[in-house]
């Protein structure tokens, strides 16, 4: 069984959770519930991808816990003005998977200080 969580150590989303929902329920059930989203969370596989446009011009580097509603959102152009928008990145060249999201945000950072040529030698392996 998981423990109640002081006040300090609750996740962010816990203390903005719907106050009628945890008056409904006993604290105990509520925390668990709440542990069991944080830690899930935790354990999220995560994704680094390339995305390009049309032309091979442009190269995105981003990351995502998500990867086919991602591409998704860069197809459908969901984010107006953003870079992937202006510069029409429908197109995903490149991804990698990891077991948790902060490998994969280090791989992204890592990924995004290369130049054009290391990007596209990756890509092309």
Same mark, same amino acid.
């Given at each position: ?42 354990? +999220? ?29 860069? +197809?459908?152009?969901?984010? +107006? ?45």
């Amino acid at each position: 069984m998981l423990h109640l969580m002081s006040k300090e150590t609750q996740p962010k989303f816990y203390r903005h959770f719907d106050r009628a929902t945890r008056a409904e329920k006993s604290p105990e059930v509520c925390s668990n519930v709440i542990q069991s989203m944080y830690f899930s969370n935790m354990h +999220k596989r995560g994704y680094t991808y390339i995305m390009t446009n049309a032309h091979r011009t442009t190269l995105y580097v981003g990351v995502t816990s998500d990867i086919i509603g991602r591409v998704y959102e860069h +197809k459908d152009h969901t984010y +107006k003005n953003s870079f992937s928008d202006r510069y029409n990145l429908e197109h995903l060249v490149y991804y990698e998977e990891y077991e948790g999201i902060e490998e994969a945000i280090a791989r992204e950072k890592q990924i995004k200080r290369w130049n054009r040529d290391k990007k596209m030698a990756l890509i092309v392996q």
